[in-house]
């Protein structure tokens, strides 16, 4: 999905991992968020919807946190 501005937003689907080696400034967003696990083998392979699951995470709630710190364009 694609914002106004030209640039790629942060979607449920993505998995952590490709989440954290794209935007890795986005750490602290989930630390925040409690997604203290972030370090775990298992949990690089999880989606942010997954990961959100396990920990009481409202998805939607985190997703405007993590597209709304900075426009995120394409590498």
Known sequence: MDKDDGGKMIEKEVK??????KYPEKINVLLEAGMHCIGCPASLAETL?????VHGIDVEELLT???????IETK
């Open 16 to 21: 952590i991992g490709e989440l954290l080696e």
């Open 49 to 53: 919807e997954e990961a959100c699951e």
């Open 65 to 71: 946190e993590l597209n709304k710190e900075e426009t």
